[in-house]
Nanobody
Framework: QVQLVESGGGLVQAGGSLRLSCVASERAAINSRMGWFRQAPGKEREFIAAITWIGGPTNYGDFLKSRFTISRDTDKNTVYLQMIGLEPGDTGRYFC?????????????????WGQGTQVTVSS
């Protein structure tokens, strides 16, 4: 079973930046997709971005306004989420997840593997 471990969260002031990392214990299948989601207290899990290990098109949530960038390093089995211009509304727990490429990248239910998440808190 592939395991995903996120890191890089923390407390940051509004306007600041963070880079989250997600390390996969193995790159389970070459035709797989990795996604980032977030969840704030009392809210549903929200899609942020997704990317495939083979470097195909990326997908982003509409709310981002180009503030977040997803990337991957196949040599390190790691997916990154670079976040700039952070706002208090970005506060939440951030999760990475893995899915088959044939599934819907925007739907959390299509992801079968999840990490424990890393907390991001943005102060005003």
């Amino acid at each position: 079973q592939v395991q995903l471990v996120e890191s890089g969260g923390g407390l940051v002031q509004a306007g600041g930046s963070l880079r989250l990392s997600c390390v996969a214990s193995e790159r389970a299948a070459i035709n797989s997709r990795m996604g980032w989601f977030r969840q704030a207290p009392g809210k549903e899990r929200e899609f942020i971005a997704a990317i495939t290990w083979i470097g195909g098109p990326t997908n982003y949530g509409d709310f981002l306004k180009s503030r977040f960038t997803i990337s991957r390093d196949t040599d390190k089995n790691t997916v990154y989420l670079q976040m700039i211009g952070l706002e208090p509304g970005d506060t939440g727990r951030y999760f990475c997840a893995g899915a088959s490429v044939g599934r819907n990248p925007f739907n959390s239910g299509d992801y079968s593997i999840w990490g424990q998440g890393t907390q991001v808190t943005v102060s005003s």
